[in-house]
């Protein structure tokens, strides 16, 4: 089955894997809440930075560069983000404890 080789990290595996007359496709992704912590950090973007980028920096992981954009409303990822925004990264210690410890695939 598809939903086997998701990365725990994906924002995939928030999504169901459909099968329609023999067509199999991911069903639309439902992220997860992702609530204000103590310990967010706020992040002033600089002329450098991607979301890829940043998830790497933070979490060590570019692919949760999605984390990053739930959390501040983005619906797709920012091609350029704003040099000067106030942006949120969610705490990596929620980030770790919550979205991924549990998951099983």
Known sequence: M???R???TSRIRFA???AVDEVEFWDRVDYPEIPAQSDDIEWVVRDVDRMDTLAMGFYGDPILQWVIAV????E????????GDTIRIPSPRYVRDNLFIRAEF
Do not use: C, I, K, M
Request: no cysteine; glycine share 4%.
């Open 6 to 8: 998701v990365r725990n």
């Open 16 to 18: 169901r894997f459909q």
């Open 76 to 83: 797709l990822w920012p091609t350029d983000l704003n040099v």
């Open 2 to 4: 598809a939903s086997e």
């Open 71 to 74: 959390a501040n409303g983005y």
